[in-house]
């Protein structure tokens, strides 16, 4: 739950204060007998009417009985158009609650908090958020029900700005994602159409010269050259397995990140075990570069920081989403601090993943303390239909 703004802590207060005064009042209403007791009632209906808070009583018909002024500045409506109306038929509802949508009858709906917009007297949308306490007698039925509300409009459209900021930020960085994607494929394409063909026959060539060259003082240095070039090649086929796993592409995911598996071990002499449930998981190629690339990281990381004995990589299927677990008994990290993007090797990093987790429809969580290792379970929709 996110903290109350400072800004909102003090008409939060007075809202509930005056919940509370015009429960006095109704109780004291009832007794109305003597004199000291009037001016009690003409003091909690001050406060009442003085509340920044937005105040209104239902009775057991359904009724609204009070609607104090902040009410009416908010709506626009006066309180004698609204008092006698039935709480569900008030004009400024847009919509109507949940908890009035679905309640039949007279009688008083649930206990409820909740928010929504309303739409004014003048046509403009206010987000009210409502909170309903009962007045009991002194049997213990219900006599009123009681809601107080807070506008938060200008709050609301200060999430609502941040919310859409966010969904374009996601969409940019994917965007880019995919714009970096395809310039992998050009340069991978061009490394194996261009450089790597041609570095493949001036091997052949040499070989051929190598051969000739039997018994000459000129066979070590050009056995020497070829063997240069050799590990140009591999170099060169690492770099466009680097640049895009065509593994990935050509045999799908499970493959890949088999593959992926094999090499990190190899890289890093760390033992990484991949497991598979077996199920079917179809991911759309935008989905499967994504989470390749995620669990890349995720080894990079434990290859490089964790320090551990063992890596675990773990797919399986739960409903229509892939779940991903990568785990090691390394030196662990707090997961509680701020992740510092300037600092993520690699330029992909857990901060990046992160950033691309909500555009991607995915989520992640991160189990890990210092000294116990690490668990980090990616979930992500699957393609359905």
Same mark, same amino acid.
């Given at each position: 739950?996110?903290?109350?703004?400072?800004?909102?802590?003090?008409?939060?207060?007075?809202?509930?204060?005056?919940?509370?005064?015009?429960?006095?009042?109704?109780?004291?209403?009832?007794?109305?007998?003597?004199?000291?007791?009037?001016?009690?009632?003409?003091?909690?209906?001050?406060?009442?009417?003085?509340?920044?808070?937005?105040?209104?009583?239902?009775?057991?018909?359904?009724?609204?009985?009070?609607?104090?002024?902040?009410?009416?500045?908010?709506?626009?409506?006066?309180?004698?158009?609204?008092?006698?109306?039935?709480?569900?038929?008030?004009?400024? +509802?847009?919509?109507?609650?949940?908890?009035?949508?679905?309640?039949?009858?007279?009688?008083?709906?649930?206990?409820?908090?909740?928010?929504? /917009?309303?739409?004014?007297?003048?046509?403009?949308?206010?987000?009210?958020?409502?909170?309903?306490?009962?007045?009991?007698?002194?049997?213990?039925?219900?006599?009123?029900?009681?809601?107080?509300?807070?506008?938060?409009?200008?709050?609301?459209?200060?999430?609502?700005?941040?919310?859409?900021?966010?969904?374009?930020?996601?969409?940019?960085?994917?965007?880019?994602?995919?714009?970096?994607?395809?310039?992998?494929?050009?340069?991978?394409?061009?490394?194996?159409?261009?450089?790597?063909?041609?570095?493949?026959?001036?091997?052949?060539?040499?070989?051929?010269? +190598?051969?000739?060259?039997?018994?000459?003082?000129?066979?070590?240095?050009?056995?020497?050259?070829?063997?240069?070039?050799?590990?140009? @090649?591999?170099?060169?086929?690492?770099?466009?397995?680097?640049? @895009?796993?065509?593994?990935? /592409?050509?045999?799908?995911?499970?493959?890949?990140?088999? +593959?992926?598996?094999?090499?990190?071990?190899?890289?890093?002499?760390?033992?990484?075990?991949?497991?598979?449930?077996?199920?079917?998981?179809?991911?759309?190629?935008?989905?499967?570069?994504?989470?390749?690339?995620?669990?890349?990281?995720?080894?990079?990381?434990?290859?490089?920081?964790?320090?551990?004995?063992?890596?675990?990589?773990?797919?399986?299927?739960?409903?229509?989403?892939?779940?991903?677990?990568?785990?090691?008994?390394?030196?662990?990290?707090?997961?509680?601090?701020?992740?510092?993007?300037?600092?993520?090797?690699?330029?992909?990093?857990?901060?990046?993943?992160?950033?691309?987790?909500?555009?991607?429809?995915?989520?992640?969580?991160?189990?890990?303390?210092?000294?116990?290792?690490?668990?980090?379970?990616?979930?992500?929709?699957?393609?359905?239909?």
């Amino acid at each position: 739950m996110q903290d109350t703004p400072l800004d909102l802590l003090w008409p939060l207060a007075i809202g509930t204060l005056a919940m509370v005064g015009l429960i006095v009042l109704f109780m004291v209403g009832a007794v109305l007998g003597n004199r000291r007791l009037r001016r009690q009632h003409r003091l909690v209906s001050t406060i009442l009417e003085g509340s920044p808070a937005l105040i209104l009583a239902v009775n057991r018909a359904g009724q609204v009985v009070e609607f104090n002024r902040a009410c009416e500045t908010v709506t626009g409506y006066r309180a004698g158009e609204i008092r006698g109306k039935a709480i569900k038929d008030l004009p400024f +509802w847009s919509p109507l609650p949940e908890v009035w949508r679905t309640h039949s009858g007279s009688g008083f709906a649930p206990l409820s908090r909740f928010s929504g /917009y309303i739409t004014a007297k003048d046509g403009t949308r206010r987000f009210i958020d409502w909170q309903f306490a009962e007045l009991q007698d002194e049997d213990g039925a219900v006599r009123l029900q009681i809601g107080s509300g807070l506008e938060m409009t200008a709050q609301k459209i200060a999430e609502e700005k941040m919310l859409a900021y966010q969904a374009q930020l996601g969409r940019l960085s994917s965007q880019m994602t995919q714009a970096e994607e395809k310039e992998r494929r050009n340069i991978a394409g061009e490394l194996h159409d261009g450089i790597s063909q041609t570095l493949a026959a001036v091997s052949l060539q040499l070989s051929l010269i +190598w051969k000739r060259a039997a018994g000459s003082d000129l066979q070590p240095p050009l056995g020497a050259v070829q063997e240069l070039i050799r590990d140009v @090649i591999r170099a060169t086929r690492t770099l466009m397995y680097e640049l @895009i796993p065509r593994i990935l /592409y050509e045999r799908g995911f499970l493959a890949a990140v088999e +593959w992926l598996c094999e090499r990190m071990s190899a890289r890093y002499g760390l033992p990484i075990q991949c497991r598979d449930d077996g199920a079917p998981k179809p991911l759309s190629e935008n989905m499967a570069i994504f989470l390749f690339k995620a669990v890349r990281e995720l080894l990079i990381n434990v290859g490089k920081h964790a320090g551990a004995g063992r890596a675990e990589v773990d797919l399986r299927r739960v409903g229509d989403e892939i779940v991903i677990t990568v785990s090691d008994d390394g030196c662990g990290f707090d997961p509680g601090k701020p992740l510092d993007p300037d600092n993520v090797e690699g330029g992909f990093g857990l901060y990046s993943i992160r950033e691309r987790l909500d555009y991607h429809g995915a989520n992640m969580t991160v189990d890990s303390a210092p000294g116990h290792g690490a668990r980090i379970v990616i979930t992500a929709p699957l393609i359905t239909g």
